[in-house]
């Protein structure tokens, strides 16, 4: 399994995990009352955060679902020999190549030695600008 299916896997395991818990999202009044999910009787909606919302009775089985979810992840990551590739992917997923700053992956990864961490950084760089050469990027 490559990293793209991993990452879909996980997708879809927590979009299942936020339909079961009735997870929503909203951004204006409106698309709350068209998106918001069953309450039971006397219970509130609670905010995620970013726009998302659901009953709070739910919170509980979403915090553990969401942790069985990455534990899983990255469990398969490690069988799969992907960690770092998925260290690489967040390279670019946070625009490091642009800011410089590579250090914000790193700290996302603190069981990975920094210095393992710089020199992927380092390599996939050095891809990066190749890249940016061939394409005119």
Request: proline fraction near 1%.
């Amino acid at each position: 399994m490559n990293l793209h299916e991993l990452r879909k896997q996980k997708e879809y395991a927590n979009t299942k995990l936020f339909n079961e818990c009735g997870v929503f999202w909203a951004f204006s009044n409106e698309q709350f009352n068209e998106n918001k999910t069953q309450l039971k009787e006397g219970e509130k909606y609670v905010s995620i955060g970013a726009g998302g919302y659901l009953p709070k009775g739910n919170v509980n089985a979403l915090t553990k679902g969401m942790k069985e979810n990455e534990k899983a992840y990255k469990t398969a990551l490690k069988r799969n020999n992907l960690r770092l590739k998925e260290i690489a992917y967040e390279f670019g997923n946070h625009e490091c190549f642009y800011t410089g700053d590579w250090t914000v992956v790193a700290d996302m990864f603190p069981d990975v030695e920094r210095g393992v961490i710089y020199k992927l950084y380092l390599k996939e760089y050095k891809k990066h600008i190749e890249w940016c050469e061939l394409t005119g990027n």
